[in-house]
């Protein structure tokens, strides 16, 4: 049940992978780990298809990954890290999540950390 829905699926406000998102710990590492993705992809300008050769990742896998249309499994994320010679997995244990229901803190002590609803509707 918990990997019904998808990762933008979790969305508030805004497009994936740069929207305000509801405090799901899951759906807001994957969002960092696809908003980390792009980015890297844009500076070292390679291209899906590239990546895919470079990783051995099926280049429909990245795409879903860039989409937040799937959950990133660890054996995907080590592959694109490897390629990429960067860390894509975000430090999440220190991002201040509130337990859902509760208002949301979007401070969080790593740059780059998911932006959250304060209110839960935007």
């Known amino acids: 049940m918990r990997r019904a829905n998808k990762p933008s699926s979790f969305v508030v406000n805004g497009d994936w992978p740069h929207a305000v998102m509801e405090p799901h710990r899951g759906a807001l590492v994957a969002q960092a780990i696809a908003r980390k993705l792009a980015d890297v992809m844009a500076e070292q300008e390679i291209s899906a298809n590239a990546l895919a050769k470079k990783s051995g ?9 860039l989409n937040g249309t799937v959950w990133p499994d660890i054996l995907t994320i080590v592959d694109l890290e490897g390629a ?4 894509l997995w975000p ?14 803190d979007h401070a969080a002590s790593e740059e780059g950390a998911p932006r959250q609803s304060r209110d839960g509707g935007g």
């Open 91 to 104: 430090d999440h244990t220190q991002w201040r999540i509130p337990e859902p229901g509760q208002p949301g």
């Open 57 to 65: 990742v099926n280049r429909q896998v990245i795409t879903n990954v």
């Open 84 to 87: 990429l010679r960067v860390l």
